[in-house]
Each structure stands twice: as C-alpha cells, then as structure tokens.
C-alpha cells in the first residue's frame, strides 16, 4: 500500500529538548516536503526537498531543520524547540515533475506536537 | 494579497444539497489546480485535479476553473454527511510548488 508514515503520532516536549520526526514514504517519490497546520493560519510549508542531498527552505523554515540523505526518508529535526513551535505537522511526498503528471501530494497522518 | 484566499467557514448545509465551495487566487503562474478533502486528525488527501479551465467532474464532484477572473469552485450534489470536511483549495506552478489554501469547513447535517 502506498502510504507515507510519520512518527510520532503525538509528541509532548519541554522546551530546548532536541527531537526529530520521522517520515517514510514507499512510492520512490523524489519530493518530499514538512508543513505545519494551525488554526486560522492553513498549511504552512517549513522545508522542501527535490531529491537525494537537496533541501530547500519553505515559507516557516525557522526554527527548524531537514535532511535528505536517502530517498525515502526526510527527518525534521528541531533543535531547540520552544512554545511556538507548537503545532499539527504533516510531512508530504510527491511524484517529481518530470513525470509529467500534477504534483499530487500524498501526506501523512500527522504529529501533533505540544512544546511545554 | 494573500496568494490563495478562501473562506473558511464553517459552512453547514442538509444532506442532499448542492455544496460550492470557492477560492480566488493571485498568481497568473498557476497551471494546475487541487482539491484535497482533510477529515479531522487526518492528513489531507487528493480529491480532484484539473489543468485548464472548464469543469471536471468525478461522481458526485465538479471541479470548475476560470483562469481569467482567477476564480476555483468546487461542487458537490447529493451531499452525505460523510462529506463533513475541510476542503483545501491547492493551485501549483510549473516548479511544483503548491499553494494551499486555508480550508473551508464543511458540516452536512443529516
């Protein structure tokens, strides 16, 4: 089954405890992309990655940081994580353009992280 | 100007109406547009994607893109209450990059 998978489900953390999110995908897609969710505010893109080694800054990437050392995985790695930080976060994956098909993202179901 | 505007509701409508849903956007470099559905503690999921403008319809869904005034419209017939959702509006350039919107929620009421 294609599928994306993020890990935690629900993380709560005190503040400037480092943590890392997984996420997997199983359909080789080369990108793959971190947002956040909050009320009011809609999806947030934090950091985006195009392929194997190459990461690039979304429209929130402070705070926070990614790698991309294979495929199909794409860690988001916060550092020192503060209050603000709290949040509904849904990595992503999708299908490169070259493809030549629409850039459907497939998400996963999501961290729910609480920064005390 | 926010990229992509939408309105996020809530709205609520009886089971079996007709439901539109709309957003507007900004950006002439828009080549395709998205639906996804997002039900609660879910992550959202592709409903429908057209390139140009015109209708698309998949079952009880149609897509509806006018490129000149910049204006997507989503509607449903028949509405069921499993059709109780927050649906993204997700224009994207030929770099891939999509925009969401910020989601209209939607309440069917048996």
């Known amino acids: 089954e294609a599928q994306v998978t993020q890990n935690p489900r629900y993380l709560i953390t005190v503040t400037g405890k480092k943590l890392t999110v997984t996420c997997s995908q199983n359909?080789?897609?080369?990108?793959m992309s971190w947002y956040r969710q909050d009320p009011g505010l809609g999806l947030r893109q934090i950091y985006y990655s195009m392929n194997v080694e190459v990461t690039d800054k979304g429209d929130v990437p402070e705070g926070y940081k990614v790698s991309r050392k294979e495929k199909r995985n794409f860690p988001l790695i916060l550092e020192s994580p503060s209050p603000n930080q709290t949040s509904l976060y849904f990595c992503?994956?999708?299908?490169?353009?070259?493809?030549?098909?629409?850039?459907?993202?497939?998400f996963g179901q999501g961290t729910r992280l609480t920064v005390v | 100007q926010k990229e992509v505007e939408q309105d996020p509701g809530p709205l609520s409508v009886p089971e079996g109406a007709i439901v539109s849903l709309n957003c507007t956007y900004s950006?002439?470099?828009?080549?395709?547009f998205m639906w996804y559905r997002q039900y609660s503690r879910k992550g959202p999921e592709l409903l429908m994607y057209?390139?140009?403008?015109g209708n698309k319809e998949d079952g009880r869904f149609t897509a509806q893109v006018d490129k000149s005034s910049k204006y997507i419209s989503l509607f449903i017939r028949d509405s069921q209450p499993s059709d109780s959702a927050t649906y993204l509006c997700?224009?994207?350039?030929?770099?891939?990059?999509?925009?969401f919107g910020k989601g209209t929620r939607l309440h069917i009421l048996p």
């Open positions: 992503a994956s999708s299908w490169n353009r070259e493809t030549g098909r629409p850039t459907e993202a497939f």
């Open positions: 997700a224009p994207g350039d030929r770099d891939d990059k999509i925009i």
């Open positions: 057209t390139y140009s403008s």
């Open positions: 359909m080789n897609h080369e990108y």
């Open positions: 950006n002439s470099a828009f080549q395709y």
